[in-house]
């Protein structure tokens, strides 16, 4: 199978943020993969904008370089880098004042598609999105991008809702999740509703339980000040984990199409029970030689979780009294993420003696070794009686389907997505806020009650707490890095 490329019409892309460390590292190569492979054209134009004083041959090369490092490796090739550079140009502006608004208006088309992806600090949201309006670059055709976080509570992520449906409809606006581009999350998708298997058993009665991890070998140092105002629970939780546990427990949408998949998500959350305290495990990383949570954070008195697990119930009728367990932590043993659907025992066995039985595990990998793995129950081959092993069903799509190439990089495909117009892939304003709504009492539970998250050491599996919440279940973890 050979992957298909479907051309998009040409659009003018304005990149804030264009010399931030994102731009560099995910934006710009993922744009140059893009091009390289034929899917928009040289009649595309590329606006770098940020408040260095650059040049247009300055920015160039500044792509230039960041696609030679942090391009696929093997992929890149100069001649194609000197052709995808001629698209880019760059204004220097100023987000909270009037200078170089005027300039980049120069620089776009009437009658193509505008893209005004923010690759910036979300405090410089709304003066963007009203210095753009007031410049009147905004027009029918326009669409905003916004990297998360998208708010720091309701409260905020209401207001700036509010903000950007002021100068955009919420069919213009694109929040982006970057998990949601991963190519398993959207294969979870077709493996539940384009098959006839899976979904019959797609619920309470059939699945004994959901663990939702998403760990992480480095720690926060390089981004410690933001994470100790956010923790993990802001940080990961409330976005990423969320998107996971809406696509894994929403109902089949009656259509695939952008606003009936969000319909179905926001129902998830809505559905979520409240989360009780003894259900919640929070962590820090202790550390050796300086390398704790709270050096690289610079606060030796900080309160914030490196990691944090959870109990979730769906209250609904496909999911009651099926719990989701939600782990996501730093400088745990791998960098792992994966949806683990841990399917009941046989009503009855007839093995019995028989050692070896257990349940079937549906493991959706998303990083690293993106794949779809079925643990089954089979004979263990050889004489000696009915003796039962596990064996896997393994679906890595490197080894499955080696002709469709690498999978794309998530940014590929969503900023992709937001040319054609197609927001299946991004989180809704309403969406946002009712994950701040389950969110935002958790947390100040935490406030109110001035308890410090357990220390665990590097390079495991997190605090003993989050063990014991599911030993008391009579369950364990996956180990991570199975």
């Known amino acids: 199978m050979v992957s298909r490329v479907i051309p998009v019409q040409p659009f003018d892309l304005v990149l804030f943020g264009a010399t931030g460390d994102l731009a560099r590292r995910k934006i710009l190569p993922s744009l140059f993969h893009r091009f390289q492979i034929g899917q928009f054209s040289e009649d595309t134009r590329i606006i770098g904008s940020s ?20 391009g696929q490796p093997g992929e890149t090739n100069e001649a194609d880098i000197a052709a995808f550079i001629k698209l880019l140009d760059y204004v220097a502006v100023d987000a909270r004042g009037d200078g170089g608004w005027a300039e980049l208006g120069q620089h776009l088309r009437g009658d193509v598609t505008r893209a005004f992806y923010l690759s910036v600090a979300p405090s410089l949201f709304t003066d963007i999105a009203d210095r753009l309006s007031a410049s009147g670059m905004v027009t029918a055709e326009s669409r905003i991008v916004l990297e998360k976080p998208f708010g720091h509570d309701l409260a905020s992520a209401r207001e700036l809702n509010q903000a950007l449906r002021a100068h955009f409809q919420e069919d213009q606006i694109y929040r982006i999740d970057h998990y949601l581009g991963k190519e398993t999350v959207q294969n979870l998708m077709a493996l539940r509703f384009a098959n006839s298997l ?44 969320m998107q996971l546990l809406c696509l894994t427990a929403m109902e089949p949408p009656a259509r695939f199409t952008p606003n009936a998949v969000r319909d179905e998500k926001v129902k998830v959350i809505e559905a979520l029970d409240p989360v009780a305290p003894d259900d919640i495990a929070r962590g820090q990383y202790r550390g050796r030689n300086g390398d704790s949570y709270r050096e690289h954070a610079g606060n030796p008195g900080s309160t914030t979780e490196s990691f944090i697990a959870m109990k979730v119930q769906v209250a ?93 990089d998530a940014y590929e495909r969503l900023i992709m997505d937001v040319i054609r117009g197609n927001q299946t892939l991004f989180m809704r304003g309403d969406e946002v806020e009712a994950a701040w709504a389950w969110a935002d009492p958790i947390i100040a539970s935490w406030a109110e009650s001035e308890t410090a998250p357990q220390r665990y050491d590097q390079g495991g599996s997190g605090p003993e707490d989050s063990l014991l919440l599911m030993h008391r279940d009579g369950r364990r973890w996956r180990s991570i890095g199975d």
Request: aromatic share 8%; net charge negative; glycine share 10%.
């Open 51 to 70: 408040r260095a004083d650059l040049d247009r041959p300055e920015f160039q090369e500044l792509t230039a370089a960041a696609i030679r490092e942090f």
């Open 198 to 241: 899976f979904e019959p058993l797609w619920n309470s009665s059939h699945i004994d339980h959901v663990q939702i991890t998403v760990a992480e070998s480095i720690g926060v140092e390089g981004r410690g000040e933001y994470y100790d105002r956010s923790g993990a629970m802001r940080d990961m939780v409330q976005n990423h984990l």
């Open 316 to 408: 609904n009728w496909r999911w009651a009294g099926t719990p989701f367990y939600l782990r996501t932590g730093k400088c745990l043993r791998e960098r792992v993420s994966e949806i683990a659907v841990y399917f009941r025992d046989p009503p009855h066995n007839i093995f019995e003696g028989a050692a070896g039985v257990h349940g079937n595990v549906l493991v959706i990998r998303l990083q690293p070794d993106e794949g779809i793995t079925l643990r089954t129950t089979i004979k263990d081959p050889g004489p000696g009686g009915m003796r039962l092993t596990g064996a896997n069903l393994d679906m890595t799509f490197a080894d499955s389907l080696p002709d469709a190439g690498r999978p794309q």
